[in-house]
C-alpha cells in the first residue's frame, strides 16, 4: 500500500470519561466489533481500586495493566484504529493530559445517570482548547437515568461544547427499547437476544410508516416522533467540518455493557474522524503527508522488570515513514540512534514492526535516553511543542533516607521525573528539592519504586504550598522584576528545565504578587511562549 493510502486509513483517538461511566467497557466493545479480541472481559481496566490490597501493590498492579492497554489497535472496514489509552484516575490527570496531545480525536463517555462529573469536565476543556474534534457517547441507557434533552443541555453547558444528536434513545431503563440512528436512518431495537450480538439494525427512513408502531407500540411510536421532530429544529445539522475544527459535537446513545449503539458509533466514527493531523513545531507547521519521519514521545514506561532498568518510549509518528534500523536524529541531544527492535501495538500485544505510519504509535526500547516531549527527526532541527507541564496541586520536600545511597536517589529521581511521574523543584535559597504532584497517590509510587528500581530510600516534608506558577517577566532587567527576585526570594525555584518558578500559598497571593508586579506574569502551565 503507499503511503498517502496507509495514512489516509489510520484513526488515531482516546476515550475519555470519569471513572466508571463505561470507558474500559466501550473498548472492549470496539475491540470486539475489529474482530481484535474474541470475547468480553480481555481488556482489563486500568482502574486503580482501594481496598483490597495495599495501595503500593494496586500501584503495580494498575502499571502492568496499562503497559497492556497503552495502545490498542485494530483494523474496521479496512481503517486501522488506534485506541490510545487515558487513565481515569484523577491523580493520574498529567498522564491523560500528555496522551491527548497524540490523539487526532476523542471519544467522551458520560454515564446517563450521572450525568456530566468533574473529570469529564476536565478533560474535555483540555480537548477544547486544542480545538480536538469530540464525539459523545451517552452510556448505560438500560438503566434508568437523566432525560436524554435534559442530558444534551447539561452537555451543553458543564462542557462548553454545541452538540448534535446523530442517534436518540426509544424509552429508557426498564423501558428501554432501542435506538434511532439519525446518522444511518436506522432503527436498532434492544432485545434480549439483540443484547450480546452485533445487530445490523433496520432501514427506517420513513418514521410516519405505521410498521413503527408495530414494532415499538404506538406510545413510544409517537413518542419517538415527537422528540426527532424536536430534535431536528432545536439542533444545528451534523457538518463534518464543523466537527473537525472541534466546532460542533455529535452525540450517540448506547449501552456498551448491552453491546448496544457502538456498533452505529464505530460506523460513524470511522467515516467522520480526521486522519492524522499535522502539529505545530517550534520551528514550523509539520504536515502528516511529508515523507520525512518526525515523531514525537508522549509516554515513557518503566519495565516492569526491577532487574533491568529498560524503559519503552512511546512515540507518535507526525509525518513519514518510521523504518526498523534506520538512523533518526534525536533532537534533544543531537544524537544519530537506530532502533533494532521497534514495537507495533495491537489488541493484545506488541510485535516488533518494520515500517510505521503516521497515526501510528511505535514503542522504543530505551536506556534513559528519551524524555518526555524530545523529538525525532530525519536530521531536521526540529521541536514539536504542546506537552507543558501543569501547575502540581501537592508538595513535598523529598529527603534522601540513606546516605550510602545518594547517587542512586539522584539517578532515581531524574528518571522518575524524565518519565512524567512528578515534577521536580530546586529552591533558589537552600536548593533544596520538592517533587510536586498532581495527586498524593504520586509519592506513594514514588517511594516505592526509589526503594525497589533504584535502591534508594525517601521521606517526605510537606510544604504547604497551593500552586507553581511559571514566571515570566516582560523585561528581566528592570526593577520591578529585580524587586519580585528580592522580596520573593524564599518562594523561587527552578524546574527541571531550569526556567524560573514561584511558589504561591494560595490564590490570594498570586492575586496580590500580580497587582504589585504587574509586569511579571505568572502562569499555571510551563508553556506560555
Ligand atoms: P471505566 O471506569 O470508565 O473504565 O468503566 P467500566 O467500563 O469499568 O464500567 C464501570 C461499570 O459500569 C462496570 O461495572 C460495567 O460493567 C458497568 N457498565 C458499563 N457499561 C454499562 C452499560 O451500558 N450498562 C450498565 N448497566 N452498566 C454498564
Not at 450521572?114 to 469530540?134: D, H, S
Not at 518510521?322 to 544519530?336: E, I, Q, S, T
Not at 507495533?344 to 506488541?350: D, G, P, Q
Request: glycine share 6%; hydrophobic share 35%.
Amino acid at each position: 500500500m503507499e503511503f498517502l493510502d496507509e495514512l489516509q486509513r489510520r484513526r488515531t483517538f482516546g476515550i475519555i470519561s470519569h471513572p466508571d461511566a463505561g470507558k474500559t467497557t466501550l473498548t472492549e466493545k470496539l475491540l470486539l466489533f475489529g474482530g481484535a479480541i474474541q470475547e468480553a472481559g480481555a481488556v482489563k481496566s486500568n482502574k486503580i481500586k482501594k481496598g483490597a490490597t495495599s495501595d503500593f501493590m494496586e500501584i503495580e498492579r494498575q502499571r502492568g495493566i496499562s503497559v497492556a492497554t497503552s495502545v490498542l489497535a485494530f483494523i474496521y472496514k479496512d481503517k486501522k484504529i488506534n485506541i490510545l489509552d487515558t487513565p481515569g484516575h484523577k491523580d493520574f490527570a498529567e498522564d491523560t493530559f500528555r496522551t491527548l496531545t497524540a490523539v487526532d480525536s476523542v471519544i467522551v463517555v458520560i454515564d446517563v445517570a450521572k450525568g456530566v462529573e468533574a473529570q469529564t469536565e476536565k478533560l474535555v476543556e483540555v480537548c477544547r482548547m486544542r480545538n480536538i474534534p469530540i464525539i459523545v457517547f451517552i452510556n448505560k441507557l438500560d438503566r434508568e437515568g437523566k432525560d436524554a434533552f435534559d442530558l444534551l443541555d447539561e452537555v451543553e453547558q458543564k462542557l462548553g461544547l454545541k452538540v448534535t444528536p446523530l442517534s436518540f434513545p426509544i424509552g429508557m431503563g426498564y423501558d428501554f427499547k432501542g435506538i434511532y440512528n439519525i446518522w444511518g436512518k436506522k432503527l436498532n431495537l434492544f432485545s434480549e437476544e439483540n443484547k450480546q450480538t452485533i445487530s445490523e439494525g433496520v432501514e427506517f427512513s420513513d418514521l410516519d410508516d405505521p410498521e413503527l408502531d408495530r414494532i415499538v407500540g404506538e406510545d413510544a411510536a409517537e413518542t419517538l416522533r415527537e422528540e426527532l421532530e424536536l430534535v431536528y429544529e432545536v439542533y444545528p445539522k451534523f457538518d463534518k467540518e464543523e466537527y473537525l475544527n472541534g466546532a460542533l459535537q455529535p452525540v450517540f446513545f448506547g449501552s456498551a455493557l448491552n453491546n448496544f449503539g457502538v456498533k452505529e458509533l464505530l460506523d460513524c466514527f470511522t467515516e467522520i474522524a480526521p486522519t492524522p493531523q499535522p502539529k505545530m513545531s517550534e520551528e514550523r507547521l509539520v504536515d502528516s503527508k511529508e515523507d520525512k519521519l518526525t515523531g514525537f514521545v508522549f509516554k515513557i514506561h518503566a519495565n516492569m522488570d526491577p532487574k533491568h532498568r529498560d524503559r519503552l518510549a512511546f512515540v507518535k509518528i507526525v509525518s513519514g515513514t518510521f523504518k526498523r534500523n534506520a538512523p533518526y536524529l534525536h533532537v534533544r541531544n543531537g544524537k544519530k540512534m537506530k532502533f533494532s527492535s521497534p514495537n507495533a501495538f495491537f489488541a493484545e500485544k506488541k510485535e516488533i514492526v518494520e515500517e510505521s505510519f503516521p497515526g501510528d504509535i511505535v514503542g522504543l526500547h530505551d536506556t534513559g535516553n528519551f524524555k518526555i516531549g524530545d523529538t525525532l527527526t530525519e536530521g531536521e532541527n526540529l521541536n514539536f511543542k504542546g506537552i507543558p507541564s501543569f501547575s502540581p496541586e501537592h508538595f513535598r520536600y523529598v529527603n534522601n533516607a540513606d546516605p550510602m545511597k545518594s547517587k542512586q536517589l539522584q539517578k532515581g529521581l531524574i528518571q522518575l521525573m524524565d518519565e512524567g511521574v512528578a515534577q521536580l523543584f530546586t529552591l533558589e535559597m537552600n536548593g533544596r528539592k520538592v517533587i510536586g504532584t498532581v495527586g498524593a497517590l504520586q509519592y506513594e509510587v514514588i517511594q516505592y519504586r526509589l526503594e525497589h528500581e533504584y535502591g534508594a530510600k525517601c521521606t517526605y516534608e510537606n510544604l504547604p504550598m497551593h500552586k507553581v506558577c511559571w514566571v515570566d517577566p516582560e523585561d528581566a532587567k528592570n526593577d520591578e522584576y529585580k524587586d519580585f527576585k528580592r522580596t520573593k526570594q524564599r518562594y523561587l525555584a527552578k524546574d527541571k528545565q531550569g526556567q524560573l518558578v514561584f511558589f504561591a500559598d494560595s490564590a490570594f497571593t498570586i492575586q496580590m504578587t500580580q497587582s504589585k508586579y504587574p509586569s511579571v506574569k505568572l502562569h499555571f502551565t510551563s508553556e506560555f511562549k
